[in-house]
C-alpha cells in the first residue's frame, strides 16, 4: 500500500500534528483533577458537581467515540479530525469563562462530544497515511510522546492551577488547537474508506450514554435525596434503557456493539476483570488527589507532582511487561498485578493529616504503580488474544468501553459507599474518614478481579494467538509493531497493528474495506472470518485510543476508547 514515509516532512507533520491533536483530551484528563478543589472552592460546588465534572466529560466521550470514527471513515478522518480539534477548543473556552456550575458542566460535556471527533483521527491517520514499513515507529512516536505528556500533565495542572489560575486548566486548549489545525489542513492528506457504508449505529450509542447518565446521576443524587423518587426514577429507568440498548444491539444488523462477540468465554472473563481493575483505578486517582489537598495540605502543584511515580514506572516498564506476560502467560500478572495494586491503596490510607510524602505516600505510589505495570499490558493483550483476529479491533473498544464504563462508575458510588457527604471535601477530618473507608472498597474491588483472573484466565491463552499468528503469516502484526525504537509504545503499537482486522464481520459474513488517499491509488482487499489476515488500516482506530478515566492513563500506549 502506498504511504507517506516519517523520513520526509510530511510525515513527520502528520505525526506532530496527531500527537498535539491527541494531547488535547490527554491533557483535559489528566489535569481537570487535580483543578477540582480549586473549582468547588471557588463556584461555591459541593462534591456532587465535582463528580459530574469528571463524568460529564466522560459521558458523552464514551459515548460517541465510535460514532466519531465511523464519520471519519466516510466522511474524511482530517476533516472530522480538525472539526473535533476546533469544537473540543470552543468548549473548553467556555469552561474557562463558565460563570457557574452547570455551565461548566454543559461545556465539559461539549467537550466529550469534540473528543470522540478528534480521538478516533490522530491514530486512524497515522494508520490510513503513514507507509506500512514506518507505520510501527510512528505510533511508537505517538504513544511515547502522549506518555511524556501524561507524566508532565499533573504537574502542568497543578502549576496552572497555583499560578494563573484553575480556568487556564481549560484555556490551554485553545493555543494548541491554533497550531494543530492550520499543520493539518497544510500537511496532512485527507484519508476515507469509500467501502465505509450503512447506517451509523446512533441510537445505540444514545441509548449506552443515556443508560450510563441516569445510573450514574442516580448513584451521585443518592447521598443526598436518598432512596427518593428523584433517585429511584432515573436508577430503574437507566436499568430499563439498558435492557432496551441490548435488545436493539441484538436486532441490529449492524450495530455498536455485536453480542455475539461475548460468545467467547475467555473475552467475557477478561472483560469482568477489566470491570474490577478500572473501577478500582478510576475510583482512586479521583479520590487521591483530593485527599492530597484537602486532608495533607499539599498545593495543587504538590498534588500532581506527588502521582508521577506511577506514571513514571508505566513509561519505563509497560513493553518489558508486556513481554513477560507472553512468557509466562497472563493468568499470573492478572492475579499478581491486581493484588499489588490494592496492597498500594491500602498503603494510599496513612495519607492522612501530617503525612510524610517519603515514608507514608510514596511506598503507596511505588507499590501500586508495580501492579498498574504488572497487570495492564498483559489484560490487553489477552483481550486481543481471546478472539479472532478478524475482530481483534472490535474487542479491543469492547475493552476500552468496559474500562470507561468501570471509571465512570466507580466516580459515582465510591463516595456514596463510603459515605462521603456534599461538603466532605471541605473538611480535612471528614474527607480522611471518608478516604480511608473508601480505599479498602477500592482494594476489595480489586481482589475480586484477581480471584476472577485466577479462576478464568487461561495460562496459554497468549501463546495460542501466537501460533495463530505464524500460521496467518500476517508480517505487520503485533509482534512486529511491538518492536519499536528503544521499546517506546510497544504495548500501543502491539494493539494498534494487531488490530489491524479489516472491517467488521458477523459470522461468516465477508466484508471489504479500501482506503482512499488523496493523491493515491485507492486499494482493496476482500477480508472474512477465517481468510489470510489483512494488511489494511484497522476498521476503526479509536479502538486502539485508550485514556485515562480519571487520572494519568494506566498505560502511555492504552489510550481508552469507546464502543
Not at 455498536?256 to 478500582?280: D, G, K, R
Amino acid at each position: 500500500m502506498a504511504g507517506v514515509r516519517l523520513s520526509v516532512p510530511a510525515g513527520r507533520w502528520l505525526v506532530f500534528t496527531t500527537v498535539l491533536g491527541s494531547a488535547m483530551a490527554l491533557l483535559d484528563s489528566t489535569v481537570v483533577n487535580v483543578a477540582l478543589p480549586r473549582i468547588g472552592l471557588d463556584l461555591g460546588a459541593d462534591l456532587p458537581v465535582l463528580q459530574w465534572t469528571v463524568n460529564a466529560y466522560m459521558l458523552t466521550l464514551a459515548g460517541l467515540i465510535l460514532l466519531g470514527g465511523a464519520l471519519g471513515d466516510r466522511f474524511g478522518r482530517r476533516r472530522v479530525f480538525v472539526t473535533g480539534v476546533v469544537w473540543f477548543s470552543m468548549a473548553s473556552l467556555v469552561c474557562g469563562l463558565a460563570p457557574n456550575a452547570a455551565v461548566l458542566i454543559a461545556a465539559r460535556a461539549l467537550q466529550g462530544i469534540g473528543g470522540a471527533l478528534l480521538t478516533p483521527g490522530s491514530l486512524a491517520l497515522i494508520q490510513s497515511v503513514i507507509h506500512r514499513d514506518d507505520r510501527a515507529r510512528a505510533i511508537g512516536l505517538w504513544s511515547g510522546f502522549g506518555g511524556v505528556g501524561a507524566a508532565i500533565g499533573p504537574f502542568l495542572g497543578g502549576w496552572l492551577v497555583d499560578g494563573p489560575g484553575w480556568r487556564w486548566v481549560f484555556f490551554i486548549n485553545v493555543p494548541l488547537a491554533a497550531v494543530c489545525v492550520p499543520v493539518a489542513l497544510r500537511h496532512v492528506p485527507e484519508t476515507s474508506n469509500p467501502r465505509a457504508h450503512g447506517r451509523f449505529d446512533v441510537l445505540g450509542a444514545l441509548l449506552g450514554a443515556a443508560t450510563l447518565g441516569l445510573i450514574t446521576y442516580a448513584l451521585i443524587a443518592a447521598p443526598q435525596k436518598g432512596a427518593s423518587p428523584a433517585v429511584v426514577v432515573p436508577a430503574v429507568a437507566g436499568l430499563a434503557l439498558g435492557v432496551v440498548f441490548v435488545a436493539v444491539e441484538r436486532g441490529r444488523r449492524e450495530p455498536m456493539l455485536p453480542l455475539s462477540i461475548f460468545s467467547s468465554h475467555q473475552f467475557s472473563a477478561v472483560n469482568a476483570v477489566t470491570l474490577c481493575v478500572y473501577a478500582a483505578f478510576g475510583g482512586f486517582f479521583f479520590l487521591s488527589v483530593l485527599n492530597l489537598q484537602v486532608v495533607v495540605g499539599y498545593s495543587a502543584l504538590a498534588a500532581g507532582t506527588a502521582l508521577l511515580p506511577t506514571t513514571t514506572l508505566m513509561l519505563l516498564l509497560s513493553a518489558r511487561s508486556g513481554e513477560l506476560g507472553k512468557r509466562i502467560g497472563p493468568r499470573i500478572p492478572l492475579t499478581v498485578g491486581p493484588l499489588l495494586c490494592a496492597a498500594g491503596m491500602l498503603l494510599m490510607t496513612r495519607a492522612g493529616v501530617g503525612a510524610v510524602y517519603w515514608r507514608d505516600i510514596l511506598p503507596a505510589l511505588l507499590v501500586l504503580g508495580m501492579g498498574m505495570v504488572v497487570v495492564v499490558a498483559p489484560l490487553t493483550a489477552t483481550v486481543l488474544a481471546s478472539v479472532d483476529v478478524a475482530r481483534a479491533g472490535l474487542a479491543s473498544g469492547v475493552n476500552n468501553a468496559a474500562a470507561r464504563a468501570a471509571g465512570l462508575i466507580a466516580v459515582a458510588a465510591l463516595p456514596l459507599l463510603a459515605g462521603m457527604g456534599p461538603e466532605a471535601y471541605r473538611s480535612a477530618d471528614a474527607f480522611g474518614d471518608t478516604f480511608r473507608r473508601a480505599m479498602p472498597i477500592c482494594a476489595g474491588v480489586l481482589v475480586l478481579g484477581a480471584v476472577l483472573a485466577w479462576r478464568t484466565v487461561r495460562s496459554d491463552a497468549l501463546e495460542q494467538a501466537g501460533e495463530e499468528a505464524v500460521a496467518g503469516a500476517e508480517p505487520e502484526g503485533a509482534e512486529t509493531a511491538a518492536r519499536t525504537e528503544g521499546g517506546e509504545g510497544a504495548v500501543a503499537a502491539e494493539r494498534a497493528e494487531g488490530a489491524v482486522a479489516g472491517e467488521r464481520a458477523e459470522g461468516a459474513e465477508g466484508v471489504v474495506a479500501g482506503e482512499l488517499v488523496e493523491g493515491a491509488v485507492p486499494t482493496s482487499a476482500g477480508r472474512a472470518e477465517g481468510a489470510a489476515r489483512p494488511t489494511g488500516p484497522p476498521c476503526r482506530p479509536e479502538c486502539a485510543y485508550h485514556c485515562g478515566v480519571s487520572a494519568p492513563p494506566l498505560d502511555p500506549g492504552e489510550r481508552p476508547s469507546g464502543t
